[in-house]
């Protein structure tokens, strides 16, 4: 389904990403992890089309989008939660999950979808999507956006941030259902309870990939490593 094909990218001089080489396949859960500033979010953002490459091809469905850009891509099945969720002025929740949903949906349905994600449907669906809401509300409200939208693949860059606990395990709940219903995901993210739930995990460190694999194979190498260098006061992932 994505084939990224020798991705690099720079910024200041500095290389972010080099010679990512890499493919997931369709119906695949995938997580990234890896140390802060190891070029994780800057990945996925590539992957949207935020950023573009300095070299290198992307490939999705068989189709180059290289050169195409947010709109493109999105209209070709990929969607996108961002780290801080962008609040639309004028919207009502409702109308943005209506909008996901590409047409009017019953209101059960649209409620079901923030119950989904921890929020009480009767006090948010006729909300306005501006500043008076939360940054875990918001990010709560995008999550749910993004399952109505029902994409072929979901990037999720750190869902797991300004998310309280109980939220949190609700939010793995909403992965699994999206997950179970065939959407392909990828999601960066530190979080144990995250990487358990995955497909493969991919760990990135000075912007390169320096292991993949199935959870099975990484997860018990990251937490044997995350031990040792808690006594040396590193951090892994």
Partial sequence: MLELIDICFSRDN???????????DSKKFVAITGPNGSGKSTLAKIIMGINQPDSGKIIFDGQDITNMGITERAKLGIGFAFQQPV????????????????????????CDYLSDVGLCAK?????????????GELKRIEI????AKQSNLTIFDEPEAGIDLWS????INVFEK????NSSIIVISHQEKILKISDEIILLEGGQIVDIGTKDVILPKLLNLSKQCKMLDKEVF
């Fill in 178 to 181: 999206m997950h179970n219903n």
């Fill in 87 to 110: 609040a639309f002025k004028g919207l009502t929740v409702k109308d943005l999950i209506e909008i996901a949903a590409g047409g009017p949906i019953k209101l059960g349905i649209a």
């Fill in 144 to 147: 749910a956006m993004l399952a």
């Fill in 14 to 24: 500095k290389h972010i990403l080099k010679n990512i080489n890499l493919k997931i």
């Fill in 123 to 135: 006090e948010y669906i006729d909300r306005e999507l501006n500043s008076k809401l939360s940054g």
């Fill in 168 to 171: 949190f395990n609700s939010l």
